[in-house]
């Protein structure tokens, strides 16, 4: 089983949908929870960072963490076609140390 | 402007040769990355230094090689041994447990 779990998709959406992007991992020493945004041909960008369990909310991005499943959770709301792009979610055991990466999530958001 | 700068932007090599990415970091963070992107397999963690003039292999350090002889600077050699260097290099630097990436370097091997 590997270590981090996430659906490569692709998911399409149209514009205005709630989307929900999903990791699951298997090592509960896990405490420090991230969420990537990569564009075509670019570096990813940090969108949310998460210690522990509990909720995280950004202007319309949500990050939900819930250690006793296992389980992380992005959510978008009102998805804009300028939010198609690849989302990793990451994690870590301590701070400081390498980052674990899911393969990603191809988001496709439609006009 | 500060952030994390890789050049160059894209790099093609002969079979055999070696070559070195450059990256670069003005955020003062102490842990550099370097990752390899290839489609479907997400990140992967080449090499990674916690501080200056040292630093470890990750999942994959086989046929590359690093140095970190400054606190800014974090090159990394492909070399001839690496079967199949063709792939996306992102380097990354952290302060505590956040990582933020450089815009990549695409390798091509020709």
């Known amino acids: 089983q590997k270590e981090v779990e996430q659906d490569p998709g692709p998911l399409s959406v149209p514009e205005g949908a709630i989307v929900s992007l999903n990791c699951t991992y298997s090592?509960?020493?896990?405490?420090?929870f991230m969420w990537y945004r990569q564009y075509s041909r670019k570096g990813p960008e940090l969108l949310m960072y998460t210690y522990s369990s509990g909720n995280k909310e950004d202007g319309r991005f949500t990050a939900q963490v819930d250690k006793s499943s296992k389980y992380i959770s992005l959510f978008i709301r009102d998805s804009q076609p300028s939010d198609s792009a690849t989302y990793l979610c990451a994690m870590s055991y301590q701070a400081g140390t390498a980052l674990i990466f899911g393969k990603g999530t191809t988001l496709s958001v439609s006009s | 402007d500060g952030g994390i700068t890789q050049s160059p932007k894209y790099l093609f090599r002969k079979e055999g040769q070696n070559v070195t990415l450059s990256c670069e970091q003005n955020l003062n963070h102490d842990a550099m990355y370097w990752y390899r992107q290839d489609p479907g397999q997400g990140l992967r963690l080449i090499y990674y230094s916690q501080i200056v003039n040292d630093f470890q292999k990750g999942d994959i350090a086989e046929g590359y090689s690093v140095s970190r002889e400054k606190k800014e600077s974090f090159p990394l050699t492909v070399t001839s041994a690496q079967k199949n260097p063709t792939a996306f290099y992102l380097c990354?630097?952290?302060?505590?447990?956040?990582?933020?990436f450089g815009p990549g370097t695409r390798l091509t091997v020709l």
């Open positions: 990354a630097s952290s302060i505590m447990s956040t990582q933020y």
């Open positions: 090592n509960s020493a896990f405490q420090y």
